[in-house]
Structures are given as structure tokens and as C-alpha cells.
């Protein structure tokens, strides 16, 4: 009795780390540019595989002392743009690309380059 548990644990162990293991790791990039209008966000996401590239979540961050302040939330369209306005004036803000699991792939997340207004 005690080797066919050991046999089942042994066995739901090989099989997880196999699942884990299946996943492809999509690298993915966001940018992100100010204007041209104040408080307007806009970027695009790239990956080296399209089913990383629409619907992905992006957000954009204040920098701030401490923990950054969200802004702004968006989607990637089909063509991986987003867009948003805000009434933001000034400061220093980066988007963040959010990792997601999509299927077998794994589409990695990023974090653009900081901008600066104002």
C-alpha cells in the first residue's frame, strides 16, 4: 500500500513540473511617449510572437517616493498601440507591460524607458 502512494506522489510530481515546464517564453517590449496634447500616453507593444502582441495589459506609472502611483490602464490593440489621456501635467512616468500566460507561452513582461513633462 505505502509503495503504491509513493508510486501515485512520484508520478502527479513528474507530471507538474512537465506542464510547468511546456511553457514558451515569448520576450516582449512597451514604449512609451508623452503627447502631443499634455496628459496623453501612447506606446506599443512588440514580441517576437503575435499571439503576445493585442490584448495585453499596460500600465502607466508616476514615479513617486516610495511606491509609484498608477495612471493610467490600458489594452494593446490588434497592433499592439495603446493610447491614453489623462489629466497628468507633470512628472516622470514609465508603462508597465504586464507578464501573462497566453496557451503554452509564457509572453514575458517589460518596463519602458522613463519620460519626463513639465
Known amino acids: 500500500m505505502k509503495r503504491v502512494v509513493r508510486l501515485a506522489t512520484v508520478g502527479s510530481v513528474v507530471v507538474s513540473v512537465s ?3 511546456g ?3 515569448i520576450d516582449s517590449k512597451t514604449s512609451l511617449n508623452l503627447g ?9 507593444v512588440r514580441a ?15 514615479v513617486e517616493a516610495g511606491r509609484d502611483q ?22 516622470t512616468w514609465y508603462a508597465n ?5 497566453r496557451g503554452g507561452n ?13
Do not use: H, M, Y
Open 36 to 44: 502631443p496634447a499634455p496628459g496623453q500616453f501612447t506606446g506599443a
Open 48 to 62: 517576437n510572437d503575435p499571439v503576445c502582441v493585442s490584448g495585453r495589459t499596460i500600465k502607466v506609472k508616476r
Open 23 to 25: 511553457a514558451t517564453s
Open 19 to 21: 506542464i510547468a515546464g
Open 97 to 101: 507591460l504586464k507578464r501573462e500566460r
Open 70 to 91: 498608477t495612471v493610467a490602464r490600458d489594452f494593446s490593440d490588434i497592433n499592439g498601440l495603446w493610447e491614453r489621456t489623462t489629466d497628468e501635467r507633470s512628472g
Open 106 to 118: 509564457l509572453c514575458l513582461g517589460d518596463k519602458s524607458a522613463k519620460r519626463s513633462a513639465g
